[in-house]
């Protein structure tokens, strides 16, 4: 049995900048302080932190802003399914979240709490996108 989680973080900078950093590898590289393994189109493979998660991209929409891709963490038996979305509003954005096909051995709050550890606070914090409070 397979769980899901959403959630959403408000950034106070445009979707494209969001956008950007959660494909482009120097980005990734600068909030993650890991070398990575990034091909940001659609079949693009997706390695970060230091191969602890891995996945490719299904579709990228540079438009409507959409990411979605495979992604799993190294112990997990079968990719869960990603999407970002984005909701520009002037200078800031809310990024939605979704994962589904999450494995049930997964603790959904830890998992949750990694998004926000690994990729979000050193983004706002490392590469100075400040987040809503």
């Not at 979704?98 to 709050?109: A, L």
């Given at each position: ?83 970002f979305t984005f ?47």
């Open positions: 049995m397979s769980q899901s989680l959403k959630f959403s973080i408000t950034f106070e900078v445009p979707a494209k900048v969001i956008y950007n950093a959660l494909i482009d590898p120097q980005e990734i590289m600068k909030y993650t302080r890991c070398p990575c393994q990034v091909q940001p189109s659609v079949g693009g493979q997706y390695v970060i932190l230091e191969g602890r998660i891995i996945g490719q991209f299904t579709e990228l929409d540079s438009q409507k802003y959409i990411i979605k891709m495979n992604w799993k963490q190294a112990d997990w038996p079968n990719d869960s399914n990603v999407e909701i520009d509003r002037d200078d800031e954005c809310e990024v939605i979240i979704s994962q589904q096909n999450i494995p049930s051995k997964v603790n959904i709050e830890q998992l949750e709490k990694g998004w926000q550890a690994q990729i979000f606070n050193p983004m706002s914090t490392i590469c100075g996108y400040p987040i809503e409070k």
